[in-house]
């Protein structure tokens, strides 16, 4: 297994390395934004090949009815048919809090792998305590086809690949940097909108500080994509896609300068006056299965828990 340290010099040198070939394969992305989430779900390929992967997807969830409906995945199949992408890989950044996978539907229609951290395996037994569950739920991480070690690499057709383990925001965050871009979940939002939370079970201020001074390490010309965005103060449109040198000098939590006691602090104060994301509870519940709903009862029917005065 290869070292989770954040500073490992030879894991960053993997991906200085996949990035910085004097013209790194450009990776084309289709954006998907999912407004009632926030959530941006990345299509990319290789333009070459026209192999794909789909990144953090949603099951749209009614929370008041409890239905889930598939027209935001339904969206995504229609484009990857449409533009004839074969799909390879299906991949998670981590176990969302703020939206379900549709990571299986997907794979039920168009194949591909679904994929995330090995770390999955510490939020499925976090959770699990949590909600309770029994011996049925496997903490093995079993519900996904692959658990990508830190610095673990993949092609994605005929463009290297390479997953960073960037934990903080939760124990399992990945970032996946793909030819010329870099796909990072929640670990930094825009510049203007600042850093993730790390007050989740399992979070930690300190180690998002550091798994971002990791990614900050990437050549500044580096195309980053971000799974959410919630419109800065003042700003009127909706952005997800920024660069490694516009964080580096203007995110407003964490741009250079920033001591990691001072962000620590920061984050640590910012986070306690947060409340719980809406769909945390529906959420984490579906994607620590790999985005598959819990197991029927004897009636046909699948039923989530609300643990009451826990978290």
């Given at each position: 297994?290869?070292?989770?340290n954040p500073?490992?010099?030879?894991?960053?040198?993997?991906?200085?390395?996949i990035?910085?070939?004097?013209?790194?394969?450009?990776l084309?992305?289709?954006?998907?934004?999912?407004?009632?989430?926030?959530?941006a779900?990345?299509v990319?390929?290789?333009?070459?090949?026209?192999?794909?992967?789909?990144?953090?997807?949603?099951?749209?969830?009614?929370?008041?009815?409890?239905?889930?409906?598939?027209?935001?995945?339904?969206?995504?199949?229609?484009?990857?048919?449409a533009?004839?992408?074969?799909?390879?890989?299906?991949?998670?950044?981590?176990?969302?809090?703020?939206?379900?996978?549709?990571?299986?539907?997907?794979?039920?229609?168009?194949?591909?792998?679904i994929?995330i951290?090995?770390?999955?395996?510490?939020?499925q037994?976090?959770?699990?305590?949590?909600?309770?569950?029994?011996?049925?739920?496997?903490?093995?991480?079993?519900q996904?086809?692959?658990?990508?070690d830190?610095?673990?690499?993949?092609?994605?057709?005929g463009?290297?690949?390479?997953?960073?383990?960037?934990?903080?925001?939760?124990?399992?965050?990945?970032?996946?940097?793909?030819?010329?871009a870099?796909?990072?979940?929640?670990?930094?939002?825009?510049?203007?909108?600042?850093?993730?939370?790390a007050?989740?079970?399992?979070?930690?201020?300190?180690?998002?500080?550091?798994?971002?001074?990791?990614?900050?390490?990437?050549?500044?010309?580096?195309?980053i994509?971000l799974?959410?965005d919630?419109?800065?103060?003042g700003?009127?449109?909706?952005v997800?896609e920024?660069?490694?040198?516009?964080?580096?000098?203007?995110?407003?939590?964490?741009?250079?300068?920033?001591?990691?006691?001072?962000?620590?602090?920061?984050r640590?104060?910012?986070?306690?006056?947060?409340?719980?994301?809406?769909?945390?509870?529906?959420?984490?519940?579906?994607?620590?299965r790999?985005?598959?709903?819990?197991p029927?009862?004897?009636n046909?029917?699948?039923y989530?828990?609300?643990?009451?005065?826990?978290?």
């Amino acid at each position: 297994m290869t070292s989770t340290n954040p500073a490992d010099p030879h894991l960053a040198q993997a991906a200085r390395q996949i990035l910085a070939a004097q013209q790194p394969p450009h990776l084309a992305v289709q954006t998907f934004f999912d407004e009632a989430t926030f959530t941006a779900s990345h299509v990319v390929h290789d333009p070459v090949s026209k192999i794909g992967a789909v990144i953090d997807s949603v099951l749209d969830f009614d929370t008041a009815a409890g239905r889930t409906a598939t027209s935001s995945a339904d969206a995504i199949i229609a484009y990857l048919r449409a533009t004839g992408i074969t799909l390879d890989w299906l991949l998670e950044t981590h176990a969302h809090a703020d939206h379900l996978s549709a990571a299986p539907y997907i794979q039920q229609h168009c194949g591909g792998r679904i994929a995330i951290g090995r770390e999955i395996l510490a939020v499925q037994n976090v959770f699990g305590k949590i909600f309770n569950l029994g011996a049925e739920f496997a903490r093995d991480g079993s519900q996904f086809n692959r658990l990508f070690d830190d610095g673990a690499t993949f092609t994605l057709g005929g463009i290297p690949a390479i997953a960073l383990h960037v934990p903080g925001h939760t124990p399992a965050d990945m970032a996946y940097i793909i030819g010329d871009a870099a796909f990072i979940g929640d670990t930094l939002f825009m510049p203007d909108y600042g850093t993730a939370r790390a007050d989740f079970p399992g979070g930690d201020a300190r180690q998002l500080y550091r798994s971002i001074r990791r990614l900050l390490a990437l050549p500044g010309a580096t195309r980053i994509f971000l799974c959410h965005d919630y419109k800065a103060p003042g700003r009127g449109h909706y952005v997800w896609e920024t660069t490694i040198e516009a964080q580096r000098t203007t995110n407003i939590h964490v741009h250079e300068g920033i001591s990691e006691d001072n962000f620590t602090a920061m984050r640590t104060a910012r986070d306690a006056t947060l409340g719980m994301p809406r769909l945390i509870l529906p959420s984490v519940q579906v994607n620590i299965r790999g985005g598959r709903l819990p197991p029927p009862e004897d009636n046909g029917t699948s039923y989530l828990k609300l643990p009451l005065n826990l978290l």
